[in-house]
């Protein structure tokens, strides 16, 4: 169920397509658990989930979502990529269905998805935040910006792919202003003519922005192609007016420790500890969004003014 509308939009899944960002477990489950103090505001322990609390898609309701991409394309910093993403969703619809036929009984059936409800499922993509941070690691801004329609293009085929599998809802994330994140303006050397008058990275927000826009002009037209689905994008990239603080990582003047990670310098241990009141900061850990910020985002996602189309109740077009 999504709340906070006049009236609750209820759905019978979420499968959610993202990066660490909207993974709720797949990664520490894969890979390497999260470790605290993630998860110290909710619900006071690690969960899988790169955040003190919540996610922006914890807030739309609960949620069954499969393993986690880490980004768009086969040559980001995952090997996770959306194209794998969409294999591994297609083969689980696939068997389940399947295995949903054999059942015998409503109780086998009952630990298995009707298939009747994947065309009823809420799917959000939320991805693109990773393949961005790794262009401005290996490409200039003139190569990265060039690449940008290729990225554009696979988020596109997915959503085609998910509309023929039957999706009617599709929820497509912008990517945020990665120059304002606070793990890139710690290692930023540029003069103060490339901060934009938040103190953020110019170059690179003006990439997010030309990536959202992009992404915006291609959901149009997939709008007029399917008509009978509801295809919403966010306005994420609006940000906050003070963005620029982290909560959770470890200094001693010299030297930075990641949210979580102990490292010794010179027989002194650092520890990436939480701050006093996370709820209070934007930037969980340099890269990652809140608890307080994600419910911030979510709710104004659910009730519209961050959504396009900007409509009162955007989950009930097709219901």
């Avoid at 499968?15 to 660490?20: A, C, M, P, Q, V």
């Amino acid at each position: 169920m999504v709340k906070g509308l006049e009236q609750p939009c209820t759905f019978p899944a979420i499968y959610n397509f993202g990066d660490s960002n909207s993974d709720t477990g797949g990664i520490s489950a894969a890979f390497i658990p999260v470790p605290p103090p993630y998860g110290e505001s909710f619900p006071g322990q690690p969960a899988g989930r790169y955040c003190d609390g919540r996610l922006i898609i914890d807030f739309f309701g609960g949620s069954t979502i499969q393993q986690p991409n880490e980004t768009i394309t086969e040559d980001g910093p995952s090997p996770i990529s959306l194209k794998i993403q969409l294999m591994q969703f297609l083969q689980f619809k696939a068997r389940t269905s399947e295995l949903y036929k054999q059942a015998r009984s409503p109780s086998e059936r009952g630990h298995l998805p009707n298939p009747d409800d994947y065309s009823k499922a809420l799917y959000t993509i939320d991805i693109g935040q990773n393949d961005l941070s790794s262009g401005f690691d290996k490409m200039s801004d003139k190569e990265l910006r060039a690449s940008i329609p290729s990225m554009i293009d696979i988020v596109s085929l997915a959503i085609q792919t998910l509309y023929q599998e039957g999706a009617k809802t599709i929820w497509i994330h912008n990517t945020g202003p990665i120059g304002c994140l606070p793990a890139y303006l710690l290692s930023f050397s540029g003069g103060p003519g490339l901060l934009d008058k938040n103190g953020c990275i110019k170059s690179h927000n003006n990439i997010a922005v030309e990536f959202n826009r992009q992404l915006k002009e291609r959901v149009l037209q997939l709008r007029t192609q399917f008509q009978d689905a509801a295809l919403t994008t966010d306005g994420k990239n609006q940000g906050f007016v003070e963005p620029l603080n982290i909560c959770c990582f470890g200094q001693d003047g010299v030297h930075f420790v990641a949210c979580g990670k102990r490292k010794n310098f010179i027989g002194t241990e650092i520890y990436g500890g939480s701050c006093a009141k996370p709820g209070m900061y934007i930037s969980w850990d340099g890269v990652h969004y809140s608890q307080a910020a994600n419910y911030w985002v979510s709710n104004h996602i659910i009730n519209g003014a961050l959504s396009d189309p900007s409509i009162a109740q955007p989950c009930l077009i097709h219901q």
